[in-house]
């Protein structure tokens, strides 16, 4: 049987055996201010790879406020998270492929007053109010936003995304 060049490489090609990749799993907004009280988060993961899909999402809120919230569909690869407190959120996606490999990811929610003299606007003395208060050790979430029991510079840069 003859076999031409293109014809060899065409075989070639076709004996190659592709390993398919690591399940990976990406979020969207890892890290994300929620200015407007009354606002709804907007989770969302992409996975790829791995043994393909379908991809069956779940997420779970792992730590918060004590007030808690609530997912729209916690079972779907975007759901609406509705916080009902202040203070830091942290949520962990896990992720199956077509196999069942399991792969995870995390995001965070920040969920604040911002007006924090109370004058009812939120504006650039209710953020300097907040840098008076550097490095204090507060637990108040309106100052503290990322929780880390200090006022640093993230929580100057997450607030200032609401101002
Ligand atoms: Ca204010
Ligand atoms: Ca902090």
């Known amino acids: 049987m003859a076999t031409t060049a ?3 490489s065409a075989a070639v090609r076709h004996q190659v055996t592709r390993t398919p ?3 990976a799993v990406a979020v969207e907004n890892e890290a994300l201010a929620l200015c407007d009280l009354n606002g709804v988060f907007q989770l969302r993961a992409r ?3 791995g043994a393909g899909g379908p991809y069956n999402y779940h997420w779970t809120l792992i730590s918060g406020p004590a007030e808690g919230g609530t997912f729209d569909n916690p ?5 609406r998270f509705t916080p009902l ?3 830091v959120y942290r949520f962990q996606v896990s ?9 995870s990811a995390s995001a965070k929610l920040f969920r604040f007053d911002n007006d924090l003299n ?4 939120v504006d650039d003395a209710d953020q300097a109010m907040r840098f008076a208060a550097w490095g204090a050790r507060t637990l108040a979430a309106e100052q503290d936003v990322d929780g880390s029991g200090t006022v640093r510079v993230l ?3 997450i607030s200032r995304a609401c101002y």
């Not at 992720?95 to 792969?103: K, L, P, S």
């Not at 109370?118 to 606007?121: L, Q, V």
């Open 118 to 121: 109370g004058d009812g606007c």
């Open 75 to 79: 079972d779907s690869e975007a759901p």
């Open 85 to 87: 407190g202040n203070g």
């Open 95 to 103: 992720v199956t492929d077509r196999n069942g490999a399991e792969q």
């Open 21 to 23: 990749g690591q399940l």
């Open 155 to 157: 929580d100057l840069l």
């Open 6 to 8: 293109d014809g060899c």
């Open 47 to 49: 996975a790829g790879r």
